[in-house]
């Protein structure tokens, strides 16, 4: 079967044919965040998308099944060592479907389960946030799909709509690190958008200084204020939310001990 160049319709693709073969996957990564935060096309420099990431649940054998039909070629080393977490898989062009089992495993774990199918294409708003706030070292790929979600997706305490709370607060309430490294993210993250929004104390002659262009280039100035005013609510409310004894206890050793992994890039 031949794939689609269109990276947003082959995800499509490849969700539809799992849905109707009884095997929910959903769209993560930045084409996940293209597919419901469209104002990230409208950022600078223009995104392009050469591999599509996704996450299933633990079912290896009816995922390479599925993806044999659809015309890729499983890298089989990799997935025989790494397959209860993570599944790659080529097209005949060479682009790579990275598959995530059961959590997605970066700087942090965010174990999705029963989340899987909250949203009907890709992972929930909460979830995609998740997953590109854990990352420690950021680029400014991951700051444009930041804003995008913030911009384009309000703070909710529903999972059916908009960026659900609850479950960031949950994450983030039980483990320091994970809030450590979202807390740290969006503190870096607001100045560069009001800088480039002219807005805030860096004002619009400070958006380089503040690191403004690239994270926030071509955004409309109402999109870059709603992500400033939903990062600040956000930052605020899990610092108010209530922590586990475990977050506490590790808090006090605070950052002299490193809280995050180091993946290595797979290709």
């Known amino acids: 079967m031949t794939t689609l160049a269109d990276p947003s319709a082959e995800a499509r693709r490849i ?14 990564g930045g084409v996940g965040v293209a597919l419901i935060a469209p ?20 079912r290896g054998p009816a995922i390479a099944r599925l993806m044999a039909a659809l015309g890729y070629g499983a890298s089989t080393g990799f997935n025989a060592l790494n397959g209860a977490e993570r599944m790659l898989f080529h097209d005949p062009g060479g682009r790579r479907i990275d598959v995530f089992i059961a959590m997605l495993r970066m700087c942090h774990e965010l174990p999705f389960g029963k989340r899987l199918t909250t949203w009907p294409l890709t992972l929930s708003a909460a979830d995609l946030l998740l997953s590109k706030l854990q990352i420690v070292e950021f680029t400014d790929r991951d700051a444009q799909d930041v804003l995008a979600l913030l911009a384009d997706h309000g703070l909710s305490e ?7 709370l609850r479950r960031i607060r949950d994450v983030c309430g039980r483990d320091w690190g994970w809030w ?8 870096r993250l607001i100045p560069r958008w009001e800088a480039a929004a002219g807005t805030g104390a860096a004002g619009a002659a400070g958006a380089a200084a503040a690191g403004g262009e690239g994270a926030a280039a071509g955004a409309p100035p109402e999109a ?9 609510d956000l930052r605020a409310d899990l610092a108010a939310a209530p ?3 475990g977050w ?5 050793v605070g950052p002299r001990l490193r809280w995050y992994e180091t993946p290595e890039e797979v290709r």
């Open 158 to 164: 529903s999972d059916n709509e908009g960026i659900d």
């Open 39 to 58: 104002t990230v096309g409208q950022l600078r420099p223009i995104r392009t998308y050469h591999d599509i990431d996704l996450a299933a649940p633990a």
């Open 180 to 187: 450590r490294t979202v807390d740290d993210n969006l503190a």
């Open 243 to 245: 922590k586990s004894a």
């Open 15 to 28: 969700v539809e044919a799992g849905d109707a073969a009884g095997l929910p996957i959903r769209v993560v």
């Open 248 to 252: 506490r206890l590790r808090a006090v």
């Open 224 to 232: 870059s204020s709603r992500a400033v005013e939903r990062a600040r």
